[in-house]
C-alpha cells in the first residue's frame, strides 16, 4: 500500500496509469510521494511496472492518464531534456569515441557553461568517483566498475534536480556490484540529491534506500523502510518477496483483536498476528522469518512449539542453514547460530523448534490477488 510523506513531495506520482495497447494497464492509478534528498528505490520482478514508471518519470515514456510532477511543475508534457534529470543505464551509455574527461564535460557544454567552469566541475566529478587521473583514458581502457563509476559522475556532474538509475550495477560480478552499492550509497549521503534507483535485486534495495517500493502487477504493494518491509510485511507477496521466508498454509480459527489462531492443513494450531487475513474459516498464509525459529526451546519460551524432521544441515559459517520439514512444509528453514545446538543436530532425526507469535504474520492467502495501494 502506498503512502505520501508529505504535502510539498518533491516527485509526485497523481493517479498514474500506463497502458501500451489501450486496453491492459501496465501501472494502475500509481500514487507516490518522494521527498527531496531521498533515495527511493522501485523493487519488483520482471514484468511488475517499475521499469515503465522511471521511462515516465524520466519522459521516455508518456503516461497514459494521471500528472507526474517534479519540484511542483507537471511534466508531463516537458521533453526528457529539459526535466534536469541525470540518468545512469546498466549498459554505461559512455560515448566510446570521447575521453573520460569528454565524457564528464559534454553535459555540461551543452548547457553552455564556461570552461573554467566546466573543467572545474569535471575535477570535482572525478575526485567523487575516485578516479582523478582517469580524465585521458577511454571507456574501453577502463574497468566495468571504472566505467559505471563515470556513468554515475556524468549523472551527477550537472548539478541535476533527480537522479533515475535503472539496474545500474546488473551487469558487474557480485563483489564489485556490493562495493558499488556502498559507493553509491555514500555519495547520494554526501551530496543530499534525490535518487529515484530500479532494481529486481531485494539485497541492493535493503543497502542501498531509505525507502522502497514494492511493485507487483503494475501496482506498489507495499511502500516502507527497508527494515519495514522486512520485519512488516504486510502481504504475502512481499513477505516472500523480500527475504528468505517461511511460508504455512492454512485458515483462521480463532480472531481477537490483533491476534489469531490459525488451523494448519496438518491440524495443528499455530498463534500468530493477524495482520492482513480475513474472518474465522478464511484462508490464510503464514509468514515467518528463518532466523527467529528456535531451535530445542527453553520449555514455556515459545508459544508455537512443534516437533520437526531434520532433511538438511548446510554448514555457513556462522550459521547453519537447516532444512526441516513441518506443519506440511517440507522446506521450512531456520538458521541455526554457530553455537553447541547444531552441533547435536542430525539429518533424518526429529527435534522441536519453536517461536513467538508476534514474529509470525497471518497474511491473505499467497494465491488471491495483493491488496492495491
Request: hydrophobic share 40%; net charge negative; aromatic share 6%.
Amino acid at each position: 500500500m502506498a503512502e505520501a510523506v508529505g504535502t510539498e513531495a518533491f516527485v509526485r506520482f497523481a493517479d498514474v496509469q500506463k497502458s501500451y495497447d489501450g486496453e491492459t494497464l501496465v501501472i494502475k492509478s500509481l500514487n507516490l510521494d518522494i521527498e527531496r534528498g531521498e533515495f527511493l528505490t522501485m523493487l519488483g520482478p520482471s514484468g511488475s511496472g517499475k521499469t515503465t514508471c522511471l521511462m515516465m518519470l524520466a519522459g521516455f515514456e508518456t503516461a497514459t492518464y494521471g500528472e507526474i510532477y517534479l519540484d511542483g511543475r507537471p511534466i508531463n508534457n516537458v521533453a526528457p531534456h529539459r526535466r534536469d534529470i541525470g540518468m545512469v543505464f546498466q549498459n554505461y551509455a559512455l560515448f566510446p569515441h570521447m575521453t573520460v574527461h569528454e565524457n564528464l564535460a559534454f553535459p555540461l557544454e551543452v548547457r553552455k557553461l564556461a570552461k573554467a567552469e566546466v573543467e572545474e566541475r569535471v575535477a570535482r566529478a572525478l575526485d567523487m568517483v575516485e578516479l582523478a587521473g582517469f580524465g585521458s583514458r577511454r571507456p574501453a581502457q577502463l574497468s566495468g566498475g571504472q566505467q559505471q563509476r563515470v556513468a554515475v559522475a556524468r549523472a551527477l556532474v550537472f548539478e541535476p534536480k533527480l537522479v533515475l538509475m535503472d539496474e545500474p550495477l546488473g551487469a558487474l560480478d557480485k563483489q564489485l556490484r556490493e562495493q558499488m552499492q556502498f559507493e553509491i550509497r555514500h555519495i547520494h549521503e554526501r551530496l543530499g540529491v534525490t535518487v529515484v534507483y530500479v532494481t529486481h535485486d531485494q539485497s541492493e534495495a535493503l543497502t542501498m534506500s531509505n525507502r522502497i517500493a514494492v511493485f507487483n502487477d503494475g501496482v506498489i504493494q507495499q511502500l516502507s523502510t527497508p527494515e519495514g518491509l522486512y520485519e512488516r510485511p504486510e502481504n504475502a507477496f512481499v513477505a516472500q518477496f523480500i527475504g528468505e521466508n517461511n511460508r504455512l498454509l492454512g485458515s483462521v480459527s480463532e480472531r481477537h483483536g490483533d491476534t489469531c489462531a490459525v488451523t494448519t492443513v496438518e491440524g495443528e494450531v499455530v498463534k500468530a498476528l493477524a495482520v492482513s487475513c480475513g474472518g474465522t474459516g478464511e484462508a490464510t498464509t503464514l509468514s515467518l522469518r528463518p532466523e527467529r525459529v528456535t531451535v530445542a526451546p527453553e520449555p514455556g519460551s515459545c508459544p508455537n512449539v512443534f516437533d520437526a524432521v531434520v532433511e538438511e544441515l548446510i554448514y555457513l559459517g556462522d550459521h547453519v542453514r537447516s532444512r526441516l520439514r513441518l506443519l506440511g512444509n517440507d522446506e521450512f528453514i531456520v538458521k541455526v547460530p554457530n553455537s553447541g545446538v547444531h552441533r547435536s543436530m542430525r539429518v533424518g532425526e526429529t527435534v522441536q523448534v519453536g517461536w513467538s507469535a508476534e514474529d509470525c504474520r497471518a497474511l491473505d492467502c499467497l494465491s488471491s490477488t495483493p491488496a492495491a495501494n
